[in-house]
T-cell receptor
Framework: DAGVIQSPRHEVTEMGQEVTLRCKPI?????LFWYRQTMMRGLELLIY????????DSGMPEDRFSAKMPNASFSTLKIQPSEPRDSAVYFC???????????FGDGTRLSIL | RKEVEQDPGPFNVPEGATVAFNCTYS??????FFWYRQDCRKEPKLLMS???SGNEDGRFTAQLNRASQYISLLIRDSKLSDSATYLC????????????FGTGTRLTVIP
């Protein structure tokens, strides 16, 4: 069975550019999560969706970040404009239902120069 | 105060040793608890859920202490392949499905 699929695996871009990260959750999972991981701050929840609806976006650092989930099989996390401090590994995860374990994608390693 | 706190380590132990990690959580209403394992430059992977009565999976034992608000992970007869970062995760709200993760404890098993 396919796990959570993220793309791209790596992204290097210059500050000011728009960055779009993509995620396909596990089929049948109705909750989707976006995380950011850095050495300094560890794994931080940015936003999560339940049945394609954003439930909690309190972790989104600022207005430059936005996330969408147009359907049950696809989500995007967008940063516009990007800044060097956005450099991190961004993970997408999905779970079947409330309080069930989350399954993570391979992550996108983002470097903003 | 962070919702979930872990000793970052590193823990360096010889092969065959027993090692234990603790993770404390601040909200007494926390409902679900998990241990994840993360290898270098990889994604976190679920190691085991933590049940109220404690649970065991091979060499791994997880415990929950609600009175003191911590969970623990015990690894017996540690292997070189156990070297990784171990993250605890806690759901803070009843019915919520957003996990809060600790920053992880780094374990290195030495030959």
């Amino acid at each position: 069975d396919a796990g959570v699929i993220q793309s791209p695996r790596h992204e290097v871009t210059e500050m000011g550019q728009e960055v779009t990260l993509r995620c396909k959750p596990i089929s049948g999972h109705n909750s989707l999560f976006w995380y950011r991981q850095t050495m300094m701050r560890g794994l931080e929840l940015l936003i999560y969706f339940n049945n394609n609806v954003p439930i909690d976006d309190s972790g989104m650092p600022e207005d430059r970040f936005s996330a969408k989930m147009p359907n049950a099989s696809f989500s995007t996390l967008k940063i516009q404009p990007s800044e060097p401090r956005d450099s991190a590994v961004y993970f997408c995860a999905s779970s079947f239902q409330r309080n069930q374990p989350q399954h993570f994608g391979d992550g996108t390693r983002l470097s903003i120069l | 105060r962070k919702e979930v706190e872990q000793d970052p380590g590193p823990f360096n132990v010889p092969e065959g040793a027993t090692v234990a990690f603790n993770c404390t959580y601040s909200n007494s209403a926390s409902q679900s608890f998990f241990w994840y394992r993360q290898d270098c430059r990889k994604e976190p992977k679920l190691l085991m859920s933590v049940y109220s009565s404690g649970n065991e999976d091979g060499r791994f034992t997880a415990q929950l202490n609600r009175a003191s608000q911590y969970i623990s992970l015990l690894i017996r007869d540690s292997k070189l392949s156990d070297s990784a970062t171990y993250l605890c995760a806690v759901t803070l709200q009843t019915g919520a499905n957003n996990l809060f993760f600790g920053t992880g404890t780094r374990l290195t098993v030495i030959p």
